[in-house]
Nanobody, 113 residues
Framework: QVQLVESGGGLVQAGGSLRLSCAAA????????MGWYRQAPGKQRELVAI???????NYGEAVKGRFTISRDNAKNTVYLQMKSLKPEDTAVYYC???????WGQGTQVTVSS
């Protein structure tokens, strides 16, 4: 059973930074594509970033140039470094394993203006 546990969310002022982490278990992490999605109140879940097993990355248009996804296969962990945060980045951020379509419980990110 795949387990994904996000951490690192919180309250930050606009222009600030946060780093989210997602610890994975129950899968062969090194061969798994991983991703971050987010969902704001009243909106659909949207792509933030994905990273393949070969370290190829792709980003949602809203976060390009501000967010960076990375992975540490030795720690079975995927990260999301978020910089220049905006109030519109406020959402619950979810980690996902692309092959298993499993999701974490989410971590709240709130950006104040």
């Amino acid at each position: 059973q795949v387990q994904l546990v996000e951490s690192g969310g919180g309250l930050v002022q606009a222009g600030g930074s946060l780093r989210l982490s997602c610890a994975a278990a129950g899968l062969i992490f090194s061969t798994s594509g991983m991703g971050w999605y987010r969902q704001a109140p009243g909106k659909q879940r949207e792509l933030v970033a994905i990273i393949t097993s070969g370290y190829k990355t792709n980003y949602g248009e809203a976060v390009k140039g501000r967010f960076t996804i990375s992975r540490d296969n030795a720690k079975n962990t995927v990260y999301l470094q978020m910089k220049s945060l905006k109030p519109e980045d406020t959402a619950v951020y979810y980690c996902t394993s692309l092959q298993s379509a499993s999701w974490g419980q989410g971590t709240q990110v709130t950006v104040s203006s």
